[in-house]
């Protein structure tokens, strides 16, 4: 990179850091509002500027790098082995900014860290991001900075579309699209399973309740599909009774009436003749108040149980609304909301969806535990919003093993939220 004469050695360097970040962390026009018009800012990062650029740099310096001393960085820099070259001092500049960084530091990285990562002792990362290494440093360094570099996933996006449309053999990408993972057991889907054959056994009314994203509608379209006549019926805002009267005709085969209370009457009247089944409503939680004033007649008199699969609200209403006291007192299986995903069955989604393509840095019971506090217990943050992101990335960089480092730069990066 080309400067103007009115830039200072340590102008150049501070320059030079900054640019690194800005192009690392993806920083915007917006971000970089360091009370210097952007032109001007954009002007001193491209080496440009026309007169002494100092103030800014400082100003856009402790901006970027906040609580960060510039002068003790730069004291560093005379410090330096004779081996190390200008490169090299910048690299370890860069690597010394990445590991002060609050993402870093959240996560405790140490030379300890490093050192398990690419397999040399913490005296030898310490010699090295300090300068003080006798031999050449820069295939090692390199190797740090690959290690803590935060994640391009745009990058990483669009060399795997490059790759895509080349003629040339690649090996088989995994591609998690929404709605077409495949189906893994977990004890969620279990309970969605025992909860629906106590409604058919019994004839009676159950609930399963459990926060968002994890895995109760999965697990519905899984007993659906090797339960041939249950009933599933799709809750949501404009779901009423006669909404609800309504599809089972269609799903019965029944001509619908003009009226409701006869459609209810052919509905009772097929189900009494045919094989024992089971209604499932989903996201009952959502429905009109009246959506299961029919299904509580149906079930009384064709005999047939009904499964209500909602949030953590559906218990709520059920147990606190008067309105609501006729279904609750038919209820015979109804186990406690579920919160989370197990931690056995985040390590079994990860695996299975992942089929053994994603290298680990650590697969202790530490590292599963960490994750499921990560995804906060929950699966559909891991399956179609970590999971996608990780394999598109390890795509292209096979070498690269997934580490809590690479995960939080995921979160921080593309999912807004913190390091932990």
Not at 61 to 73: G, S, Y
Not at 79 to 107: A, G, V, W
Not at 277 to 300: F, G, H, Q
Not at 319 to 332: D, G, M, N, P, W
Request: glycine share 4%.
């Amino acid at each position: 990179m080309n400067f103007t004469e009115h830039y200072t050695a340590k102008d150049k360097k501070h320059v030079l850091l900054m640019n690194d970040e800005i192009d690392n962390f993806n920083i915007t026009e917006t971000e970089l509002n360091c009370g210097y018009a952007y032109s001007q800012i954009k002007t001193v990062l491209a080496g440009e500027s026309p007169v002494r650029p100092t103030k800014l740099i400082s100003a856009l310096w402790e901006h970027i790098f906040p609580n960060t001393n510039a002068d003790e960085l730069e004291s560093t820099v005379s410090k330096f082995n004779p081996i190390f070259n200008d490169e090299d001092k910048i690299l370890c500049s860069r690597i010394k900014m990445r590991l002060h960084s609050k993402e870093m530091r959240d996560q405790a990285i140490s030379a300890s860290t490093i050192a398990k990562l690419i397999d040399r002792s913490p005296a030898t990362v310490s010699q090295l991001i300090n300068g003080k290494y006798k031999a050449v440093p820069t295939s090692l360094l390199e190797k740090i900075w690959h290690t803590i570099a935060p994640i391009d996933l745009v990058q990483a996006d669009k060399n795997a579309q490059a790759e895509d449309t080349s003629d040339a053999p690649s090996k088989e990408k995994i591609i998690l699209k929404y709605g077409e993972e495949p189906f893994i057991q977990t004890e969620v889907s279990e309970m969605i399973r025992l909860a629906c054959n106590q409604a058919k056994q019994q004839r009676r009314f159950s609930v399963i309740s459990g926060l968002p994203g994890v895995g109760k509608s999965k697990a519905l379209a899984e007993f659906v599909k090797n339960n041939t006549d249950t009933i599933l019926i799709d809750g949501g805002e404009e779901i009423n009774s006669k909404s609800i009267v309504e599809e089972l005709c269609s799903k019965l085969g029944l001509v619908k009436a003009s009226n409701t209370a006869v459609n209810i009457k052919r509905i009772i009247k097929v189900l009494q003749n045919g094989p024992s089944r089971v209604i499932i409503l989903d996201e009952a939680d959502k429905c009109k108040p009246n959506a299961m004033d029919p299904l509580r007649t149906i079930s009384d008199k064709a005999l047939i149980g009904v499964s209500l699969v909602g949030n953590s609200s559906l218990v709520d209403k059920l147990q606190s609304q008067e309105r609501y006291e006729l279904i609750a007192s038919r209820v015979c299986f109804w186990p406690k909301p579920i919160a989370q995903v197990c931690v056995e069955d985040i390590r079994s989604l990860f695996l299975k969806l992942t089929q053994g393509t994603l290298v680990l840095a650590d697969d202790s019971d530490k590292w599963w535990i960490w994750l499921h506090k990560r995804v906060e217990g929950n699966a559909r943050e891991l399956v179609n919003n970590l999971l996608p992101h990780l394999l598109n990335f390890s795509y292209k960089n096979m070498g690269k093993k997934i580490d809590k480092a690479m995960v939080n730069s995921i979160f921080a990066s593309v999912l807004n939220k913190p390091a932990i």
